[in-house]
């Protein structure tokens, strides 16, 4: 049995993924469609809002 013609090369996903990874993002997982739509999921972490006092100890914070 032949197989149909492809719906997406590898390519497509490699400039995709560092597409992404160039805008800061950081993925997860990577899907593919049987019509070759690729989907890429990233990473959420839900942080605390960090508050102006708290962000300017932590960035001048020493070494201990």
């Not at 019509?35 to 960090?50: D, H, M, N, Q, V």
């Amino acid at each position: 049995m032949a197989r149909g013609p492809s719906t997406f090369r590898q390519t497509d996903v490699t400039r995709a993924l560092k597409a992404a990874v160039a805008a800061g993002l950081d993925v997860a997982r990577i899907e593919i469609d049987v019509t070759g739509k690729i989907a890429l999921f990233t990473r959420s972490e839900t942080l605390e809002p960090i508050s102006p006092l708290e962000r300017w100890k932590h960035t001048h914070a020493r070494a201990s």
